[in-house]
């Protein structure tokens, strides 16, 4: 067995030696005149991903900072939390401590977010703002995105904070088109970077209704982002050696072009899917709603989960994940975000075809 593990995980997953050949540059100081070529030379590219005009901010935390950080600046009344997995489902939690009015819309582990039922709890007025996760991670569902982006710009009044964080360069997430007033997303997943660093950006709107709370804190006052980015600067010290990496990423992914890079994605994503059917297994997520960077397999054919994980480990060095939560070895995921080629998911799909064969 191979002392590397490799990460076939829904995140962290693998780090290329090019990105961390990146990160291991010297270090610079983060208000000098270098610092600043670097943030301001990422903006283009990182505007071209998001789809958006507007700023995007680098937040030295995981995702789950500028999570808090939203409800924090734009949360006046009452927020309208969507849940369908472990991750959605505790962003009431989070809202609550930051001692925001919350309420849960929850639908079943392994559904998409549904757009009607979004607009008929907008409609009550009790809220003005709503959180959503495009992609959920522990159960592989993607939401609609267009279509309860539409529902939500019905309510002029109502804030839409979007999680892409398995989502995000695997697949399109428009934010100026959909009218979303805060995108987020981690570097650990599809970007193929270490955790610790979030990217997110802010709609006017979004600035404007920030203005108006006076407990938004510090850290993740997106009013202070807005400030420093306006100087190519972070509010505090940004993780450099991290940034270092998103920007070599970011060659990578415009070396390849978005779009091809999308089209990987969802051709991986295929041969993992047909693995699934051709082994006798299902899909936890329905058809039309199954995620692009990862796959959540149900385990129907009740084999033992953790017995095929360690066989792919010794046998294989490599992993995949065995499930979260309350639907742990229930179902499995295997994630096919980042760097991955055709060659290099065969090599996985074999490993898991001879693991299976020795249950």
């Known amino acids: 067995m191979s002392d590397h593990i490799r990460l076939y995980i829904p995140g962290p997953i693998e780090v290329s030696p090019k990105s961390f050949e990146a990160m291991c540059k010297p270090m610079i100081g983060h208000r000098s005149k270098d610092f600043q070529a670097l943030y301001g030379g990422m903006q283009e590219r990182l505007q071209t991903l998001f789809e958006t005009k507007q700023p995007v901010f680098l937040s030295t935390s995981s995702a789950w900072g500028i999570m808090e950080g939203a409800l924090r600046n734009l949360v006046a009344k009452k927020v309208l939390c969507c849940g369908n997995g472990a991750f959605?489902?505790?962003?009431?939690?989070?809202?609550?401590?930051?001692?925001?009015?919350?309420?849960g819309l929850m639908f079943e582990w392994g559904q998409p977010v549904d757009p009607e039922t979004v607009r008929e709890k907008l409609s009550t007025g009790e809220f003005d703002a709503m959180?959503?996760?495009?992609?959920?991670?522990?159960?592989?569902?993607?939401?609609?995105?267009?279509?309860?982006?539409?529902?939500?710009?019905e309510f002029e009044d109502v804030m839409l904070i979007v999680d892409t964080v398995s989502s995000f360069s695997a697949e399109p997430t428009p934010v100026d088109i959909n009218g979303i007033d805060v995108m987020l997303t981690g570097s650990q997943k599809a970007l193929a970077l270490p955790p610790g660093l979030a990217l997110f950006t802010v709609s006017d709107a979004a600035f404007a209704r920030a203005e108006t709370i006076k407990d938004r804190g510090y850290y993740f006052d997106f009013l202070e982002f807005k400030k420093n980015q306006e100087k190519d600067m972070t509010p505090s010290t940004p993780c450099i050696h991290t940034i270092n990496g998103l920007n070599a990423k970011l060659d990578d992914i415009f070396n390849e072009g978005v779009e091809n890079r999308y089209a990987r994605h969802q051709r991986l994503n295929g041969l993992v899917a047909d693995w699934v059917t051709n082994n006798g297994f299902e899909f936890f997520a329905p058809e039309g709603y199954r995620s692009i960077g990862l796959t959540c397999i149900k385990n129907n054919r009740e084999?033992?989960?953790?017995?095929?994980?360690?066989?792919?480990?010794?046998?294989h060095s490599l992993t995949i994940n065995g499930g979260y939560g309350k639907i742990k070895g229930i179902t499995f995921r295997v994630s096919n975000m980042g760097d991955e080629t055709d060659e290099s998911i065969a090599g996985v799909l074999a490993a898991m075809d001879d693991s299976l064969a020795k249950l």
């Open 131 to 153: 959180t959503l996760i495009h992609n959920e991670t522990s159960t592989g569902v993607t939401s609609p995105l267009a279509e309860i982006a539409a529902v939500v710009r």
């Open 88 to 103: 959605s489902d505790k962003w009431v939690d989070v809202a609550q401590r930051c001692g925001k009015q919350a309420e």
């Open 303 to 315: 084999i033992d989960v953790s017995r095929f994980n360690q066989l792919l480990i010794e046998n």
